[in-house]
């Protein structure tokens, strides 16, 4: 996907505000720490402050020139971490904020976890759960299975059980597991959920010549039951796990 990093800054920035409750599970002595989809970086900039030493990674180049420039003393790296080199045991924390749901093949994703932390390491991550965005998914498949397409959703969103018995598989012991809804105020008054489809479902509208259209309808669909009177409130969903990587097994 193609990132704004400046619009996502300005019109997105409750991605990393609701991330920031995650720092309260890192160590408080020093750490190495590798902050997966860091962003436009200002979570991995928080942890850095936090006396940790940091390395923030992301896909997209737009994110990493944007959080290079705010944050210079930072370490940024751009990169897909799961095909980027990293040694073994190398950290004593891998953090992620709303990002794991964008990555499809979570055995591979899982693997590079476990390899990467240091016996007894720990993973801090949030992400979509089960049933996020259900609302804006189902009155987008709606819209395009009305122009005889169908809509495939991009994004992994797991339940409690299905993700934790996930990472025990890669020898995690689970230490914090929750869903939650998270119902999230979109930013722009009524252009807000049109922002927020246009960034999110970027791929997909930019393979229809109706978009406009499509979101004129959304809209319409979506308005009784996300419209607040003066702001559009996503039907979000989170999972938040705390796992611990075992000493020995």
């Given at each position: 996907?193609?990132?704004?990093?400046?619009?996502?800054?300005?019109?997105?920035?409750?991605?990393?505000?609701?991330?920031?409750?995650?720092?309260?599970?890192?160590?408080r002595s020093a750490s190495t720490v590798l902050d997966?989809?860091?962003?436009?970086?200002?979570?991995?900039?928080?942890?850095?402050?936090?006396?940790?030493?940091?390395?923030?990674?992301?896909?997209?180049?737009?994110?990493?020139?944007?959080?290079?420039?705010?944050?210079?003393e930072v370490n940024f790296q751009q990169g897909d971490?799961?095909?980027?080199?990293?040694?073994?045991?190398?950290?004593?924390?891998?953090?992620?904020?709303?990002?794991?749901?964008?990555?499809?093949?979570?055995?591979?994703?899982?693997?590079?976890?476990?390899?990467?932390?240091?016996?007894?390491?720990?993973?801090?991550?949030?992400?979509?759960?089960?049933?996020?965005?259900?609302?804006?998914?189902?009155?987008?498949?709606?819209?395009?299975?009305?122009?005889?397409?169908?809509?495939?959703?991009?994004?992994?969103?797991?339940?409690?059980?299905?993700?934790?018995?996930?990472?025990?598989?890669?020898?995690?012991?689970?230490?914090?597991?929750?869903?939650?809804?998270?119902?999230?105020?979109?930013?722009?008054?009524?252009?807000?959920?049109?922002?927020?489809?246009?960034?999110?479902?970027?791929?997909?509208?930019?393979?229809?010549?109706?978009?406009?259209?499509?979101?004129?309808?959304?809209?319409?669909?979506?308005?009784?039951?996300?419209?607040?009177?003066?702001?559009?409130?996503?039907?979000?969903?989170?999972?938040?796990?705390?796992?611990?990587?075992?000493?020995?097994?």
């Open positions: 996907m193609d990132w704004n990093a400046k619009q996502y800054d300005h019109q997105h920035d409750f991605v990393f505000k609701y991330g920031s409750a995650l720092l309260g599970y890192l160590p997966i989809g860091c962003g436009t970086g200002e979570l991995t900039h928080q942890i850095q402050q936090l006396g940790h030493r940091v390395t923030g990674i992301d896909q997209s180049a737009a994110m990493i020139h944007q959080a290079t420039y705010q944050f210079p971490i799961l095909h980027m080199p990293i040694a073994p045991a190398s950290y004593d924390v891998i953090f992620s904020n709303a990002v794991f749901h964008w990555i499809a093949d979570q055995q591979h994703l899982t693997r590079i976890l476990e390899l990467a932390l240091k016996p007894g390491g720990r993973l801090i991550c949030e992400f979509g759960a089960q049933g996020n965005i259900k609302a804006i998914s189902d009155a987008f498949g709606a819209e395009l299975a009305a122009i005889g397409k169908r809509y495939r959703s991009p994004f992994y969103f797991p339940s409690v059980p299905e993700y934790t018995q996930l990472l025990k598989t890669r020898h995690f012991i689970i230490v914090k597991a929750r869903e939650y809804p998270r119902p999230t105020v979109l930013k722009g008054g009524w252009q807000g959920l049109r922002n927020w489809v246009r960034q999110f479902f970027a791929a997909d509208l930019a393979e229809l010549p109706n978009a406009d259209e499509i979101l004129d309808n959304m809209e319409a669909r979506l308005k009784p039951i996300l419209w607040g009177g003066d702001h559009w409130e996503a039907d979000y969903r989170r999972i938040q796990v705390i796992a611990q990587k075992q000493s020995a097994f």
